[in-house]
């Protein structure tokens, strides 16, 4: 069900293919970082840094796997990441270092 332009939110970011297509984004609404991949909500955050680390990840394995993508933000979500990354002692490479090795972080028992 698609859902109408104006309940979407503010956009802050767009992951497009070659052809345009779009793979991607964020946008700001009710407070949250709304992440978008495929055409699906995959999550929402407080954190800029933290949404704006994982699309830019996704851009990277597209390209890693031959696939032109081009990811485009807004200077209001750059300045937002990178200034919690700051807040945590970390430029925001560092920050996405961090996050990467996190979520590549082998699963413990009950998780």
Same mark, same amino acid.
């Given at each position: 069900? !698609?859902?109408? @332009? *104006?309940?979407? /939110?503010?956009? =802050? !970011?767009?992951?497009?293919?070659? %052809? &345009?297509?779009?793979? /991607? &984004?964020?946008?700001?609404? *009710? #407070? $949250?970082?709304?992440? /978008? ?5 995959? #999550? ?5 840094? =933290? ?6 990840? @996704?851009?990277?394995? !597209?390209? @890693?796997? #031959? ?7 807004? @200077? ?6 990178? $200034?919690?990354?700051?807040? $945590? /002692?970390?430029?925001? *490479?560092?920050? %996405?270092?961090?996050? !990467? ?9 009950? *998780?």
């Amino acid at each position: 069900m !698609a859902i109408p @332009a *104006d309940k979407l /939110g503010e956009p =802050h !970011a767009q992951l497009r293919d070659a %052809q &345009g297509k779009l793979l /991607g &984004g964020i946008v700001f609404k *009710d #407070g $949250q970082w709304v992440l /978008g991949l495929d055409g699906r909500i995959v #999550g929402e955050s407080h954190s800029a840094a =933290h949404v704006l680390a994982i699309l830019k990840r @996704a851009a990277a394995l !597209a390209r @890693a796997e #031959g696939r032109e993508a081009t990811l485009v933000f807004s @200077a209001t979500l750059r300045a937002a990441a990178h $200034q919690e990354a700051a807040a $945590q /002692g970390l430029d925001f *490479d560092a920050f %996405q270092e961090k996050l !990467a090795a996190e979520m590549n972080a082998p699963a413990t028992p009950g *998780d």
